[in-house]
């Protein structure tokens, strides 16, 4: 069992850790919506390792002068914490914070087994719980089997390109020549740099990004699922960052690593789960077709530049359309979307996102970095309309780097717009 006195002097000193905080310098979120701090479910925040988790949690809490405890169970010197400590620990907060809180912060909670049992304990009694937890498995098992729909769940990304310009006080409303100059220069520091709020300050980016790969690949994956052949998983994981936007051949890979391809799927669904990786499955009727053609695309652009081994392509369309279907997750998920990708068969050129709700698409979507050309402005534009017609959606959307203005084509309105106005649009649909 774990010495109370050692918990003590944990709690002590994240206490004063948040007696420094200053929300006033912290970015504002669009997730701080989402918390419903009055009611009784669990509010559970879920995302990337370092993604601000913690902190939006602390943001709200404070700014809305609600007292609370905490504990961050992802510190080394806890990690010995079993499920039955977890009353120990308790007593700890009541000792450092006070018996009448009323609210309880859980940082990092998926570290210990079987913490579930004791959050809905916690709830039985109405104490008001936030959680943050850095894996998928956090509500897709546990928390679905045994807090039985007593959560409100909200994902968390790292910063988005809206987000970035706020952090570093870039004009977004101005039309002048010169902020227009300072939005293009941003964003191109956006895709190379990412959007990690940690990171942004950070002159030796490339050691933050390593270290916040090997934490999830050995913390999150390896630790979690038991797996022996590291070596592998870290192979998979640089392939995947390596490849975005691009149809996993699972087959493939294995016969490259040399294992089954079966071992491929498993840890492309840890790194998933993990967040570091996100897929996006086919429109399709036929469940094997989904299931079989996902595609994938990594949680944040600065992991592609800032890591060893990196031999990512200099491809910016690529870099533009996994920014865009971030952006889209981010979007979707908070507002109960659906998000495809769509292609007729094998040879036609694919739409890259289909937004649906349910089973209606109410949106296509094309990224193109340049549409200069004539060549692949026609292939981008026709690739549009022929989905339009096959899947009944006429709202049709061409993301390009620079351009913004309305088309009309074969009887169909194509909304060409620059990837930075889409990216700062406040509202979406």
């Known amino acids: 069992m774990i010495n109370e006195n050692k918990i003590l002097q944990v709690i002590a000193e994240q206490k004063e850790y948040i007696q420094t905080i200053n929300t006033c310098k912290w970015v504002k979120r669009k997730e701080e919506n989402l918390f419903e701090l009055d009611s009784t479910l669990a509010q559970v925040v879920i995302g990337v390792r370092r993604s601000g988790k913690s902190t939006i949690c602390h943001k709200v809490l404070l700014e809305n002068n609600i007292k609370y405890g905490y504990v961050n169970l992802d510190d080394d010197r806890l990690t010995n914490i079993h499920t039955e400590d977890l009353n120990l620990v308790l007593s700890c907060i009541y000792q450092i914070y006070g018996t009448d809180i009323q609210y309880l912060f859980l940082d990092e909670i998926q570290n210990v087994d079987g913490w579930y049992l004791f959050v809905n304990r916690l709830l039985r009694s109405n104490m008001k719980i936030f959680v943050t937890g850095s894996n998928a498995k956090l509500l897709s098992g546990e928390l679905a089997t045994h807090l039985t729909g007593r959560y409100n769940e909200i994902h968390l990304f790292p910063f988005s390109f809206s987000e970035y310009c706020d952090f570093h006080k870039i004009d977004t409303h101005s039309i002048t020549t010169k902020a227009n100059a300072e939005r293009k220069h941003a964003f191109m520091e956006y895709i190379s740099n990412g959007g990690f709020p940690e990171i942004q300050n950070l002159r030796n980016k490339r050691t933050y990004i390593q270290s916040l790969i ?28 390596n490849n975005i936007c691009q149809e996993i051949n699972y087959e493939e890979i294995a016969k490259i690593l040399g294992v089954t391809d079966n071992t491929i799927r498993k840890y492309i ?61 981010r979007r979707c998920t908070n507002d109960y979307l659906d998000l495809y990708y769509y292609k007729a068969n094998a040879r036609s050129k694919e739409v890259d996102f289909v937004i649906c709700n349910q089973n209606k698409a109410i949106e296509l979507i094309q990224v193109a970095y340049e549409i200069d050309n004539t060549k692949t402005f026609n292939r981008e534009v026709s690739s549009l309309i022929n989905a339009s017609e096959t899947l009944k959606c006429d709202n049709l959307s061409l993301i390009a780097f620079d351009e913004t203005h309305d088309i009309e084509l074969q009887g169909k309105t194509i909304h060409i717009i620059s990837a930075i106005e889409w990216l700062l649009k406040d509202n979406y649909i």
């Open 214 to 241: 090997e934490a999830i690949v050995t913390k999150d994956i390896q630790k979690r699922f038991k797996i022996r052949n590291i070596d592998t998983l870290r192979k998979t994981t640089n392939h995947l960052i």
């Open 269 to 329: 669904d840890y790194l998933r789960q993990a967040f570091l990786v996100q897929l996006l499955t086919k429109h399709s009727y036929k469940s094997k077709e989904r299931i079989r053609n996902a595609k994938a695309y990594i949680i944040d652009p600065g992991l592609q530049n800032h890591r060893e081994n990196s031999f990512a392509p200099e491809n910016i369309g690529w870099r533009l359309e996994n920014i865009v279907f971030i952006e889209l997750l």
